[in-house]
């Protein structure tokens, strides 16, 4: 792939970590402080089932009860990673309001949390929600950067890249990439959001275009909304882009101009795992994939070191990449 861009890339393999993404860094971490805090029973929200699967699977090693809160759409279109759950001890709860998925599978969770503050930690999959999350999940996934600082060392002998590439859907990947390059400005951060079916198509989860100041789940970010506030749903291919918000560090780079926002469409996602694919050997997450696809878009100038945050695995793809397989052969 370097070849083909004509620049040096180096990815970093979160798709290399036990349930097969970065979530499980964030899992570990926040049961550990529950368990600090005497709480014993575990609740999360889950979208496609990815951080449900990384909060069911810590729950299983400390031996801790775990709820997991997941659309109704999203039990029925996400089989897999529920059968995982269960099989993991895990209760699936359905969420049956709104357009029973992520939102409103969030909504549920905070609705149990806040009935149970005693017993009960609630292990948020992404850097969004009320203060500490964003600040505590952008921690947790900071070991990303940690690694890719001595990684960098250890290949080419200089622990900075010139550019970081990462996908956001809430923005944890993103924010662990970044974490410990926000004060090197040297370092380029690259955030690439969903774009759908395209931008303008009514189809999109592009927040930094599409959204305004508005609060979702606790906190001040950038959401899609109405002018009366109502969350606009989004869509991507990838369940794990399908947010209609992002955290309010990404909110705030974009604003600030730190981080550079660019999206990729659903095709480009695809077009990006196959590439990868066919020249590396690696099948990426469908979310992984938008950060490669924004390789494309960008005029990298001579002796670039860029890193992309490959933040999973594309196991769980496989039915979307199955009914795409002719397109790209
Ligand atoms: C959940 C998920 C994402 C999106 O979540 P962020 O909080 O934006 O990182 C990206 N990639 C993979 C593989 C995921 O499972």
């Known amino acids: ?37 005497g709480k014993k029973r575990i609740i999360a929200e889950t979208g496609a089932g990815q951080h449900g699967v990384a909060t069911a699977t810590v729950c299983a090693l400390k031996g801790l009860e775990c709820i997991v809160y997941m659309g109704e759409v999203d039990i029925q279109r996400q089989a897999p990673n529920v059968a995982r759950m269960k099989m993991l001890g895990a209760k699936v709860i359905p969420a049956k309001s709104g357009s029973k998925t992520l939102k409103d599978a969030t909504n549920e969770a905070i609705r149990d949390w806040i009935n149970n503050p005693s017993d009960t930690h609630y292990v948020i999959g992404s850097v969004v929600g009320p203060h500490p ?52 400005p040297t370092v380029e951060l690259i955030a690439v959001e969903a774009a759908g079916l395209g931008i303008h198509s009514g189809h999109s989860a592009a927040t930094t275009t599409l959204g305004t100041p508005g609060v979702l789940h606790g906190s001040k970010s950038i959401v899609m909304q109405t002018p009366d506030g ?15 918000g992002i955290g309010p560090l990404h909110a705030h780079l974009f604003a600030s101009g730190r981080g550079r926002f660019l999206s990729a469409t659903d095709q480009e996602a695809l077009k990006a795992a196959f590439n990868l694919t066919r020249l590396e050997g690696i099948i990426p997450a469908l979310e992984s994939a938008h950060a490669l696809a924004g390789l494309e878009q960008v005029a990298f100038p001579e002796n670039s070191k860029i890193v992309v945050c490959l933040s999973g695995r594309g196991d769980k793809d496989m039915d979307t ?9």
Not at 142 to 168: M, Y
Request: aromatic letters at 8%; proline letters at 4%; glycine letters at 8%.
């Open 1 to 37: 792939m370097s070849q083909q861009i004509g620049r040096q890339i180096y990815l970093k393999r979160e798709d290399l970590n036990h349930t097969g993404a970065h979530k499980i860094n964030n899992a570990i971490g926040q049961v550990l402080l529950a368990e600090r805090l």
């Open 133 to 184: 999350y964003p600040d505590m999940v952008a921690r947790f996934q900071s070991i990303i950067s940690e690694e890719i600082r001595w990684q960098l060392k250890e290949k080419t002998g200089n622990e900075l890249p010139t550019h970081v590439i990462a996908c956001v859907g809430g923005g944890s990947n993103a924010a662990g990439a970044f974490y410990h390059f926000l004060n090197e």
């Open 230 to 244: 109502q969350v606009v749903e989004p869509h991507s291919i990838s369940a794990g882009l399908d947010y209609p």
């Open 321 to 329: 990449y199955m009914k795409h397989m002719t397109e790209f052969d």
